[in-house]
């Protein structure tokens, strides 16, 4: 069972997010966006979350998924969101290398 906090799961897999509505954030640090991103996504490194949250792109009830390059720092990512009211936000399983693996198939 995954785990929860709010009502939506932590994680949602790359297959989820296909048909979603919703902002895209990479929280790899700026040298692992710059090499390559999926398309439209934001970077906020993780390390910088807590310097920009004046200025975070959503709001606390909007719709976002996170991702990093495998799923460990998303879920730190979203852990910290969630703990101070941002409910409708989840890291995408597997990261960016899963995604890479959706766009090569």
């Not at 991103?37 to 792109?57: E, K």
């Not at 959503?58 to 460990?72: H, I, L, M, P, S």
């Not at 730190?76 to 399983?93: D, K």
Request: proline fraction near 4%; hydrophobic fraction near 30%.
């Amino acid at each position: 069972m995954q785990p929860k906090t709010g009502n939506k799961p932590i994680e949602i897999t790359i297959e989820d997010i296909a048909n979603s509505l919703g902002v895209i954030i990479d929280c790899r640090s700026s040298e692992e966006y710059e090499l390559s991103h999926m398309d439209n996504a934001i970077n906020i490194p993780l390390q910088h979350l807590s310097i920009r949250q004046d200025s975070f792109p959503c709001r606390k009830e909007d719709t976002f998924f996170v991702y990093c390059k495998t799923g460990n720092r998303s879920n730190t990512f979203i852990l910290y969101l969630r703990s101070i009211g941002y409910s409708n936000c989840q890291s995408i399983a597997g990261g960016f290398e899963s995604w890479r693996e959706t766009k090569t198939c």
